[in-house]
Structure formats: structure tokens, C-alpha cells
């Protein structure tokens, strides 16, 4: 099946991700182990498999932090991602939201949006530039979708874990990504906050595509999305949550022989 | 508030206190109890130098977590540049009376004068080069550096090894600067004489000009997008590259900077103290630098400059009424200002007003992060 796919998505030359038999060794250890995948425009797919399986690999090498040793990375048209480092990957336009929330905590909620907002990153202009209309603008959007607005001022420092894990996302909003990489993003959350996780991302899947890693199964089917497993580095099935949860290799790998 | 209020304060200190410092001296008769002596309006002056290194040094230490543990060699190549043009400038009246050699030169039996010292005898030449030659050496090896994302311990312990090449390098005599007595007996500078009291009171109220335009450059850079990315590179590297940042030229633009900021205030120390060698390159004195800004408050620019006057005020005085232990002092002012203090003198104002500065708190966030960790 996932075959299939493949080639009529090469072969149209609309994805948005296409990830060709990626290859990436630590000492001999294959991390990904011809790792193949396609992302369309749009879509927004969760990843789960076991510790190791080589989920996080897999974003290092999509954001530029890890370069594999063999096999291609093409984003949108023909942009070969592993020719290319972490700054310009995320110029590009794709976001990436760790597990554990990193913000930037000595600094204000507004700024640490504002230094997120899509624009030059070069420091002659970050020197001279002033804040202009359309980005009070938008950071006053931002802040509300995040529901910051009343502590736009205070340090991220003072935020609480659940209000960093929002002012994160709000960053990577503010980057405009058209492909957002999100990490264990319920680890560590209620229910209800969970819920409201995957509300948010089914939000954003609107107008962008996304990527979620995740271990959490009842998360996974609440995002209603196709799951790719991988294991031992390579994708083991790809389908509907129904079809993987029954799938018997994917029972295997996860209960154990 | 309290930010503006700082630099108000700091300009008034800064400016305001060499101008009365200036008429103490020049307006009031010699038996006068008001009266400051021409020895206090030098070293006075000289404060101000280090306060301009130590301004250097907090801008990229404390804004940009570079620990540099080198940079006194900006401070002493800007000084060295000074020096050529204050050697040149003394032609014919050297003790071998040639108007072309100085005089370690001709001493040394050298015949004609080597092509890096050609120029220097004209002070539009010499003055742009005390910034021109630490920024050449900053660029490439900030290039390299952060290029390489060497950062951290690493990078502190390069920066030192940099500093003691240097002083070697300087105390030979091949070298053409001097070897190890360096350079000495200036007459005068831009054709006014060195020895006069004027003079001495005009380097040190120009001093303090320089420190303030050099403050409000500082703090201006601090205060822009500019400066917040660099406290976002501060504290999480990683995390900026991923915003689309190259952690790696915000490094590089800001060392530069800081690197010719530290050359200017060599320049301006050299016709004050009238002596520049190799031992301006000794390791001791780019550390010690580091302590006048952990003393005064990492982050804050006004306590780097603080932290500078106040330590030395300090160290004048034990030097010379217990000259042993002096280094005894600096090293527990240092421990015990890092543990009790983490934001140093300026953090404790802070710690008094309502509401404190956002961005000048490397300390103070990083104990509260530290905190959280072990509450878990």
C-alpha cells in the first residue's frame, strides 16, 4: 500500500516531505535504516513507534541537525533539505516544537514572539529594525490564540509548564511554517489539556502540515489522522489508527514477543 | 523604568564626576583641602580605560555568553597602537636623537624602519588602526570559533591561549615592539606635551566621554532585536537555530565590536599610564577584567563599569597597604560574589526596586531554572 502511494506521489511531484531511503548510522548503529516516507501538502500524520525506533532521528534529519549517510530529503519541489543547515531549513518554512518546552526564558512573552515572527534574520537588520504596525498586529493575534495576553510582558521564566508549552507553539505560529515537526507535545499533560493539544493541532492542520511523534495512543486516535509506525529505523505499516492498533507485526512490536 | 533610570545615573556618574574631578584639580589652589592631586585625575583616568574594557567584556559575556578570558590583548593592541604613534612622535628627541628609529631600534641595531610601523607617525593614521587591528584579530578567530560552534569552557580556555601567544610573541625582540620593556618616554601626543596637567585632565575627561559613547552604543545594541537574540543565543543556542538565526554572525558582529571597543580603551590608557608592554598580554589581566564585571553584575552594563572602578579602587589601595594580599582578596571577592551575588552590586539596586529589568538577569534566570530542575 504505502508502495503505491510512493510512486503516484513522485511521480505527480506535489509532496510537501518526501523522505528517500534515509540512511543514518551512530557507531555502526543504524538509527534509520532506509527510512522512506511522503508527506502531502496539507496532511498531517502522526508517528509512533517504540524508544529507539528512530522517531527523533527521523526530525533531526528533516530540521538539518543530523545529516544522513545516505538517501535524499526533498521538501516541496526539489529542495534537498540535507544539503542544507538548521537556520536554513527553518527559512524555509518548517517549524519544529521539542518535547520539553524551550523559550527563551529571560526574555518577555512578547518578545519571545516577536523574535519567532517570519522575517530577516540577519543581524544588520535585527539592529536597526523597529517593531512596525502589521507585527504588533499580528503578535496581538498570536497572543490571544495562545491566551497570553494578559503576561505578554512578563518573563517567559515566570510562566507556568502548561503556559510555556503554549507560548511555544504561539513561536512556531509566528514563524509561518508550512510544515510543523511537533514532538511528544501531550507528554506530561491532563486529559484536558490533551484534548485541547489536539484541538489545537487539528487547528493548525488547517494551514499547514504537520508531523506529531507520539506515544500516547488514545492522543494519536484523537487526532483521527493516518499513523506511520516505525521500528528498527524503517516504516514497519502506515494506515488508519484502526488498521495499525490490528495490524499483528505492529501488536508485536508493541506488546512484546 | 529602573533601565532608564540606570543609564541616567550612569551617564551623570560617568560625566559628572570627571568634570568635578577636572575642576578639583585645575580650579582650586595646591594647599586647598577640596584640592585633587594630578596622580588621582591619572588614575582616575586610567578607571575609566578599564571601565571601557570591562564594558567590552560584559558585552559579550554577559549578553552573548562568550566567556572571553582574552581579552586584555584587544585592550593591549589598541595600546600598542597608540604606542607606535606616541614612539614615532617622539622623532629626534630620543636618547640616539634619530628622527626616524625609536629608540629600541636603533638599540637593537636595526637600520630602517620595519613596513608595519610605516604610517604610524601620523595620528589620523594611528587612531583608526588601536580599532582596525583588534578587530582584525577578532574577525577570524570569531570566524573560526563560532563557526565551529566552539563554545563554553573551550572557548574561554582558546581565547586565554590567545592572549599568552600574544604576550610571548610581544616580549621578543624581532618582533619589533619593544621585546619585554615594551614602549616608553613620550613626549606628547598630536603635538601637545604628555607632562602637563592639562593634558592629563583632558585624557581623562575624554576618557569618560569615550566610556559614555561607548555605554550608549552598548546599550543601544542591547535593547534592539538585535540585542534579545543575542540573550535568546545566550540561553538557548539551539533553540535560535531553529528559529532560522545563525547563532554564529550575532556572535561574530558583537565580539567584533567588543574587541575594537576594548582596543579604544587601550589607546586611551597608554598616554595616560605613559608605558605599553608585554605584560598588558598576561593572562592575569583578562581574567581579573572578568572579575571587575561578575563584581559590578554580569548583563547590566553599568555594573561592568562598576565593578571596574570599584575594584581597583580597591586594589590601589591594598596594593600598596598590603600588597600580599591582594590576590588573595580579588580571588574570594570573586567566589563570594558568585555565590551570593549572581547579578553582582547592580543586582542588588535591582533586587530593591518593584520591578526589575527583564533582560538583565542571566543569573537570576538561570538560579530559578536551576531551582525548578531540583524541585522537579
Given amino acids: 500500500m504505502s508502495d503505491a502511494a510512493h510512486t503516484s506521489t513522485v511521480l505527480s511531484g506535489n509532496s510537501l516531505l518526501y523522505l528517500d531511503a534515509v540512511t543514518v548510522s551512530f557507531d555502526g548503529f543504524k538509527a534509520l535504516n532506509e527510512l522512506s516516507l511522503i508527506l502531502e501538502p496539507g496532511e498531517m500524520r502522526a508517528v509512533i513507534g517504540p524508544n529507539g525506533a528512530g522517531k527523533t532521528t527521523m526530525m533531526d534529519v528533516i530540521t538539518g541537525r543530523t545529516r544522513p549517510d545516505t538517501g535524499r530529503v526533498v521538501f516541496g519541489d526539489d529542495v534537498d533539505l540535507t544539503r542544507l543547515d538548521e537556520p536554513a531549513i527553518a527559512r524555509l518554512g518548517i517549524g519544529r516544537k521539542f518535547q520539553r518546552p524551550t523559550v527563551f526564558e529571560p526574555l518577555s512573552v512578547h518578545d519571545n514572539l516577536l523574535l519567532s515572527l517570519a522575517g530577516d534574520r540577519s543581524p544588520r537588520f535585527a539592529l536597526w529594525t523597529k517593531e512596525t504596525p502589521t507585527e504588533r498586529d499580528r503578535l496581538d493575534q498570536l497572543l490571544a490564540t495562545i491566551r497570553l495576553t494578559d503576561d505578554r510582558d512578563r518573563p517567559a521564566a515566570d510562566l507556568s509548564h502548561g503556559q510555556k508549552q503554549w507560548l511555544e507553539i504561539g513561536m512556531l505560529l509566528a514563524q509561518e511554517p508550512r510544515l510543523l515537526l511537533v514532538d511528544e507535545p501531550v507528554a506530561g499533560m491532563s486529559d484536558a489539556e490533551t484534548e485541547e493539544t489536539a484541538e489545537l493541532l487539528r487547528e493548525i492542520n488547517r494551514t499547514r502540515s504537520v508531523v506529531v511523534v507520539e506515544h500516547d495512543m488514545a492522543f494519536v486516535r484523537a487526532l483521527g489522522v493516518n499513523v506511520t509506525v516505525l521500528h528498527e529505523g524503517s516504516v514497519l505499516a502506515e494506515g488508519s489508527i484502526d488498521a495499525i492498533q490490528s495490524d499483528a507485526r505492529v501488536i508485536e512490536v508493541y506488546l512484546g514477543r | ?376
Avoid at chain 2, 163 to 179: E, H, K, S, V
Avoid at chain 2, 205 to 224: D, E, H, N, P, Y
Fill in chain 2, 1 to 376: 523604568m529602573l533601565r532608564d533610570k540606570l543609564t541616567i545615573v550612569t551617564l551623570s556618574c560617568i560625566l559628572g564626576g570627571a568634570l568635578l574631578l577636572a575642576a578639583l584639580n585645575l580650579l582650586t589652589p595646591g594647599a586647598s583641602a577640596a584640592h585633587i592631586a594630578d596622580f588621582i585625575v591619572s588614575l582616575v583616568g586610567k578607571y575609566l580605560c578599564y571601565a571601557i574594557l570591562a564594558l567590552a567584556i560584559d558585552l559579550v559575556w554577559g549578553y552573548a555568553g562568550i566567556l572571553t578570558l582574552g581579552h586584555g590583548a584587544f585592550f593591549a593592541l589598541g595600546g600598542y597602537c597608540m604606542g607606535m604613534y606616541l614612539m614615532r612622535e617622539i622623532g629626534a628627541r630620543g636618547v640616539y636623537a634619530n628622527p626616524i628609529l625609536p629608540d629600541f631600534m636603533v638599540f637593537i641595531g636595526w637600520k630602517e624602519l620595519p613596513w608595519y610601523w610605516q604610517g604610524f607617525d601620523h595620528f589620523w593614521f594611528a587612531l583608526p588602526m588601536t580599532m582596525l587591528v583588534p578587530a582584525l584579530l577578532a574577525l577570524p578567530f570569531g570566524w573560526f570559533a563560532f563557526r565551529s560552534r566552539v563554545s563554553g569552557v573551550y572557548l574561554s580556555i582558546i581565547t586565554q591561549a590567545l592572549t599568552y601567544a600574544l604576550m610571548l610573541a610581544f616580549f621578543r625582540n624581532d618582533m619589533g615592539f619593544g621585546g619585554n620593556n615594551g614602549m616608553t618616554d613620550f613626549k606628547d601626543i598630536a603635538g601637545i606635551s604628555l607632562n602637563t596637567e592639562t593634558t592629563s585632565v583632558g585624557l581623562m575627561i575624554l576618557s569618560a566621554l569615550v566610556l559614555s559613547i561607548a555605554f550608549l552604543i552598548a546599550r543601544g545594541m542591547t535593547r534592539s532585536r538585535f540585542g534579545k537574540v543575542l540573550i535568546a543565543v545566550r540561553d538557548a543556542e539551539s533553540r535560535t537555530r531553529f528559529l532560522g538565526y545563525r547563532p554564529e554572525s550575532y556572535k561574530l558582529v558583537v565580539w567584533v565590536l567588543s574587541a575594537v571597543i576594548a582596543g579604544i580603551g587601550g589607546a586611551l590608557y597608554v598616554p595616560q599610564v605613559g608605558i605599553i608592554n608585554p605584560s598588558e598580554f598576561a593572562p592575569g589581566n583578562s581574567i581579573e577584567a572578568v572579575i571587575w564585571v561578575a563584581v559590578g553584575g554580569r548583563g547590566t552594563l553599568a555594573g561592568a563599569i562598576l565593578g571596574a572602578v570599584l575594584v581597583n579602587l580597591g586594589k590601589t589601595w591594598l596594593t600598596s597597604a598590603l600588597p600580599e594580599v591582594w590576590l588573595f582578596a580579588i580571588g574570594g571577592v570573586f567566589i563570594l560574589v558568585t555565590l551570593f551575588l549572581p547579578r553582582g552590586i547592580i543586582g542588588l539596586f535591582a533586587a530593591c526596586s518593584p520591578k526589575a529589568p527583564v533582560d538583565a538577569q542571566p543569573g537570576a534566570a538561570a538560579a530559578k531554572s536551576a531551582a525548578r530542575e531540583i524541585a522537579g
